[in-house]
């Protein structure tokens, strides 16, 4: 497979459709959706203030697809949520390029903002490799 291949953007508009089709639909009282895209901004500038004065020019991106999995179920566990929905890109990736998409539906907003928050954070800290270009 071509490692430089972007994968085609996933159709948020159907996810939302499909979600609220699911047979625990009538428990979920808000949906969140998180849209991760490549920034000009190096990681280590935004997270940790080391401004070393470069630019991200691209990324490459992978991520381990059962790991990912292993996550979404540890997230299911969650009190009051009863939907997850993950997209992930992969190769080479340019500034503006979308990298992720995670729809979580639950019951109440403070249940989907943590799980929200969990998800993107171990998708992020244990599933992924982004390797910034400058």
Known sequence: MNNKAKK???????????AKAHPM???VGMYLIHN????ETPKAQVRQGLDD????KGMEFAYDAAKVDEV??????????????VWL????????DDIMYVLI???IRPHVIDALQFLV???????????EQK
Do not use: H
């Open 105 to 107: 539906g639950g019951d």
């Open 53 to 56: 004065g470069s630019t991200v």
């Open 36 to 39: 991760g895209v490549v920034r």
């Open 25 to 27: 639909a009538s428990q």
């Open 121 to 131: 954070g171990k998708i992020k800290n244990e599933c992924v490799t982004e390797i």
């Open 89 to 96: 890109n992969k190769g080479q990736l340019e500034v503006g």
């Open 8 to 18: 085609a953007l996933p159709p948020v508009d159907e996810w939302l459709k499909e």
């Open 72 to 85: 979404i179920a540890e997230t299911y566990n969650m009190e009051g949520i009863f939907y997850i929905k």
